[in-house]
């Protein structure tokens, strides 16, 4: 993901603390931890060529590669879905290859709806009907529907916005990502924007990327949250973050969150396999969970003894 990208050499001056919890948090989590607690960790996307050999098996077949993701992973941020708006038989089959496994599909918004259509008009909202008739074919392995807004998208354009968020059906899970730095500096319009999600049981997108320090809002909206980590590349950074993240998480579990969705970018998410592992094995130990990580060929053992 190259939103937020920083040079590597800038890295080890950047203060990554990971900011207090912001006031809706502060609301929403009051309770202790969920028996029905679930936590999800995964990629932007399965079809990575150098996967093969690493978690892949050696010769896997592009069109086989989620059928081996699934066995790795426990869900997805589907980036796929940004571009494209997929059939629902295409839908039903890759919800066919999760069959039997507790996985759950992510899918992004098209930006075709996100960025290039006015979402004030009948065009988005046709659109938007077309894309989740597709996306409710993933059936049991829906997970939350991610709406990404782009870095132009300001608050001169919020009342387009709001009447859209109040359109979306009840049905179906949503949870939203802004960009554009006023949505973070105004304390007002800050306060309005997570507000209104709050109301309508939408859910935050908090996302860590290193050049861009004011989307790690800390705002929870919903039980629920979305947090989007942008490595760099397995620098010692990434692992020192992961710990900060996996120290808030365990905070937030005991405290009521009810379901975490945490996906790792990486550059061409060569290593996201390797700082999935590491981060699901640091949950597993701080927060009393049993995810699996996952599987490296001819590798055994901990990782990180």
Known sequence: MEFGKTDRSQLDH??????????????FLTGTRSPDLQVYVGAPKWGIKEWIGIIYPDKTKESDFLDHYVYHFNSIELNATHYKIYPESTIARWAQKAAGRHFRFCPKVPQ??????????????????????????????????FLQLSERYGPQRKEALYNYLRKLPQDVRFMVEVRHPSWFEDVELHRELFGLLAELKIGSVITDTAGRRDCIHME??????????????????????????IERISDWINRGM?????????????????????????????????LQPPRFIERTGSLFD
């Open 14 to 27: 950047l203060d990554f603390t990971l900011p207090p919890d912001g006031v809706f948090t502060q609301h």
């Open 112 to 145: 075709q709806i996100s960025h290039y259509t006015d979402l004030g008009t009948a065009k988005a909202q046709q659109l938007t009907d077309e894309f989740l008739r597709g996306v409710i074919h993933f059936g049991p392995t829906l997970g939350p529907v």
């Open 220 to 245: 929870v909206t919903t039980p629920q949250t979305m947090i989007r980590f942008v490595g760099n590349g397995l620098h010692p950074s990434d692992y020192k973050r992961v710990d900060s993240w």
């Open 258 to 290: 009810e379901e975490v969705h945490f996906y790792i970018h990486q550059p061409g998410e060569v290593y996201s396999p390797e700082l999935a592992a590491y981060t699901i094995e640091k949950l597993n130990k701080v927060c009393g969970l049993e």
